[in-house]
């Protein structure tokens, strides 16, 4: 089959960006910024939408056992394994419109193109919006897209809340169902490959100028809780070497999360995103404090390091206060690289396209980092204006997003010939 003109597969960008527009119209809009988290009311009402969206284009759509909506256009080899893309529509506490969207509307608008144009893969086209990538409150990432891939297992079901709320509970309180969606696994035979398109949320792009990041690998995240335990006392009357104070200790151990991340060689970083403490009174020394921190690098060996020189340095500082410590270490996902061929294809889509493009490293996790158990797998970047994301400054601008959906579509084809 000639490949066909490229060119004439130009994505409607109104239409797909009046899409991004009213899917950002459903989320808890109590706070600032775009709320849509797993398991909320609007992430629910979100579902359905995103579903006769897939629908209205042409796809054979349904949810799957672990919440995951997957639409289906047939190829013209039944037998072929599938071409898959997709990403993931809820966000963070007040994040963004972009995140994760791009590549569920993107991949909707590439399955339009191609049936507008008359252009049928030889493999079905599969275009995924994964249930929960988002961190959540029991800790587990990507619950959608562990589940398709087959690693989603006990553990994650019975990770709790900090009200004791299983995640298994909260899956069948939005209708899932935890045990088939941990006996859910697609097999690798069943896909060729996968591609997702997402905004860098970074600055790589922007500052170098460039249209197209061309994803070399995903970082692993390693995640971090400590629980200090402390001894009340009067604030007034307690000498300060006589105190065993939990916040103190808490805060001596944001500081070496901090400083592990800063002496980090390649890309490698740290961060502490929560703290809480005891009852809180002026007048009161902290008994009790816990942070939640998070490790990231694209090397596995620093990663591992990292995480251990973090859990001895905590533990070592505390017992030097006379504060008790429980650290759990959580590894939410190993570094994955992007397979060669699939960075060549998509470099040279961009390049047949006349985009400029830039290898790039990806800090930010991703369903595709669980997709590369089934077959190979790769990503492309478009520009995050100021490198701003997980926030309500969040934004990309149009003509990146129809440079992207361009891309992803010319791969799909690439892969689809390959
Ligand atoms: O946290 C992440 O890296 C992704 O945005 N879920
Ligand atoms: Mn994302
Ligand atoms: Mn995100
Ligand atoms: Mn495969």
């Not at 990292?306 to 533990?315: H, L, N, V």
């Not at 992207?404 to 892969?415: H, M, R």
Request: contains cysteine; charged residues 20%.
């Amino acid at each position: 089959m000639t490949q066909p003109k490229i060119d004439v597969l130009v994505p409607d960008s109104d239409r797909m960006w009046a899409d991004i527009m009213e899917l950002s119209s459903i989320v808890d809009d109590r706070s600032p910024g775009w709320s849509r988290e797993v398991f909320s009311e609007p992430y629910k009402a979100s579902r359905d939408w995103t579903l006769q969206r897939m629908r209205d284009a042409g796809l054979e759509a349904s949810i799957d056992a672990a919440g995951n909506i997957v639409g289906r256009l047939a190829g013209k080899n039944p037998n072929a394994p599938a071409i898959m893309t997709g990403s993931h529509t809820d966000t963070v506490h007040s994040g963004g419109r972009f995140d994760g969207i791009v590549g569920v509307m993107g991949a909707i608008e590439a399955a339009r193109m191609l049936q507008e144009s008359g252009t049928r893969l030889t493999s079905d086209l599969i275009v995924v919006d994964f249930l929960g990538e988002e961190a959540n409150p029991f800790g587990v990432s990507c619950i959608g897209s562990r589940a398709i891939a087959g690693v989603l297992d006990p553990t994650h079901l019975e990770r709790q809340d900090a009200d004791g709320v299983s995640m298994a509970a909260a899956m069948a309180k939005f209708g899932l169902d935890p045990a088939a969606a941990v006996a859910m696994a697609w097999k690798p035979s069943d896909v060729k490959s996968y591609i997702e398109l997402h905004v860098e949320q970074g600055p790589m792009l922007e500052n170098a100028g460039t249209e197209i990041g061309v994803v070399t690998s995903i970082a692993g995240i390693e995640r971090l809780m400590a629980v200090f335990t402390g001894r009340a006392d009067h604030a007034g009357t307690t000498p300060m070497d006589q105190r065993a104070d939990a916040l103190i200790a808490a805060a001596e151990a944001i500081l070496t999360v901090e400083r592990v991340g800063c002496g980090a060689p390649i890309h490698g970083v740290t961060t502490t995103g929560k703290i809480a403490t005891g009852q809180g009174a002026f007048n009161v020394v902290p008994d009790s404090s816990t942070i939640w921190a998070e490790i990231r690098s694209i090397d596995p060996s620093w990663l591992s390091g990292a995480r251990r020189r973090i859990a001895d340095q905590i533990a070592e500082d505390a017992a030097k206060r006379g504060v008790e410590v429980a650290i759990d270490l959580l590894n939410d996902q190993d570094p994955v690289p992007a397979s060669q061929s699939m960075q060549d294809t998509v470099a040279r889509a961009a390049d047949s396209l006349g985009l400029s493009w830039a290898a790039v490293p990806s800090g930010a996790g991703h369903d595709a980092a669980h997709m590369a158990h089934l077959g190979s797998m790769g990503m492309i970047f478009i520009p995050s204006r100021g490198g701003r994301s997980h926030c309500p400054d969040e934004w990309t601008d149009k003509e990146h997003l129809g440079s992207g959906v361009q891309v992803l579509t010319s791969t799909l084809i690439n892969l689809d010939q390959a």
